[in-house]
């Protein structure tokens, strides 16, 4: 009899706070966003720890009162890792956790740097991922020589740990030019590579993670992506030649994008984003069940601005339609306002059809396959003129060229 597999979850605590720019409703949404990275991760989040503030405290994120709650709870529940929604400064990690020992201290980017090392499956991807874990590690070795804090100053006691920890930055510093000059040789290969795949329209996939990017590769591509219900469950570009009536193009899955992504990330992964760069279509992928797929849309622009690849020829894709569920107003409620969460789908189509034009605006479901053929059809128009502006005399890729071929002989006679 075969046994269960256990997966053992660490027992994980998140913190946020509330500021001016950042609202208790907001706060409980990268909260939810930060739950959902911690289970890719392997964690469970057992408690969410929140505080109103003007600002961050600069030593330890949050406040002393609310530090001490924080140690009680997690010295009482033998919490095992503390994630904090933002990014911490060396300092802060460095001082939280002089604080809370028994505890290791994290915060988002460190977690997505961990998701994306467990993602990495090819060789390019490990080393994008390593990059960025230097680049983040570097400024931060100080406070990971704890097993030195025993040293005392004075007569015979200078130097040993400052000279320690000077010869692992320059390592680190070696390790992080090793692993550039290493990232531009494979860029040059991948280079070559998309010069060969000759003169084929490009398609990119585009949109933030877990939309449903790669489901929707399968469906169209016949290809067999990794698909899972996590968390950049796709790191590596793969490209796939797809064709629609007769006439062929490249269709590439990217990367996902997420709200306050690490700038290490974007460095490092700038090279992977090289094919939404070389694209000559985007098809944005959005998950229009998600209550904040508007501010997802936001922040895959601004990454798309980040890259400068914005003003590409794009199709907003809302994906999993079949997952929709709007909030309903009682009839004799007459004390709730009606808010964009309680539109019903045909009013998110109004509305964002009057937004980005009718032709650019698609609501499918690619796990269900609906409304299936109008993507098709709606993909193969795009590519079509594109291909038409590009080769204005190839025309015989297209089926409907034959009929005007025979019609113009009809005519002639």
């Not at 609202?23 to 939810?32: A, T």
């Not at 959902?36 to 964690?43: D, H, M, Q, S």
């Not at 098809?283 to 798309?304: G, K, R, W, Y």
């Amino acid at each position: 009899m075969l046994e269960k597999e256990v997966i053992n979850f660490e027992k994980t605590a998140i913190v946020g706070i509330i500021t001016q720019n950042q609202s208790e409703d907001k706060l409980n949404e990268y909260l939810d966003e930060l739950e959902f990275l911690t289970f890719t991760a392997g964690g469970q989040v057992v408690k969410r720890f929140s505080q109103k503030t003007d600002k961050p405290n600069p030593k330890t994120f949050v406040g002393t009162g609310k530090l001490e709650e924080i140690m009680y709870y997690i010295k009482e529940n033998q919490v095992s890792t503390l994630i904090f929604d933002d990014e911490l400064s060396p300092s802060q990690q460095k001082n939280i956790s002089k604080l809370i020992p028994d505890c290791k201290v994290l915060d988002r980017t460190n977690l997505i740097l961990d998701i994306f090392a467990q993602r990495a499956e090819t060789s390019y991807a490990r080393t994008q991922v390593e990059l960025a874990q230097c680049q983040y590690l570097l400024p931060r070795l100080s406070g990971m020589w704890t097993h030195l804090e025993r040293q005392k100053g004075g007569i015979g006691m200078r130097g040993p740990g400052e000279t320690e920890i000077e010869t692992d930055r320059r390592i680190v510093r070696d390790r992080i030019s090793l692993l550039k000059d290493k990232i531009k040789t494979i860029d040059k290969q991948m280079g070559v590579q998309r010069s060969n795949r000759g003169a084929m329209v490009r398609v990119a996939l585009v949109g933030y993670t877990n939309v449903g990017k790669s489901t929707l590769m399968n469906a169209v591509g016949k290809s067999d992506v990794f698909v899972e219900n996590k968390l950049f469950a796709t790191l590596d570009t793969t490209v796939r030649k797809v064709v629609i009536k007769n006439l062929p193009f490249l269709l590439s899955d990217t990367v996902g994008f997420i709200r306050k992504l690490p700038t290490q990330l974007v460095d490092s992964f700038k090279s992977t984003l090289d094919e939404v760069r070389e694209a000559d279509l985007l098809l944005h992928v959005v998950d229009i069940s998600h209550p904040d797929f508007e501010d997802h849309i936001a922040s895959v622009n601004q990454t798309l601005m980040d890259i400068k690849a914005h003003d590409k020829p794009t199709i907003m894709v809302f994906n999993k339609i079949d997952a929709y569920r709007h909030l309903t107003i009682d009839e004799d409620d007459l004390i709730t306002e009606k808010s964009q969460k309680h539109y019903t789908l045909n009013e998110w189509k109004l509305t964002w059809m009057s937004r980005v034009g009718e032709a650019n605006a698609l609501f499918i479901s690619a796990t269900n396959k609906q409304n299936f053929e109008e993507f098709r059809e709606r993909v193969y128009e795009a590519v079509r003129q594109i291909h038409i502006t590009r080769f204005p005399y190839n025309k015989f890729l297209y089926p409907d060229y034959k009929d005007a071929i025979e019609k113009e002989d009809k005519d002639d006679e």
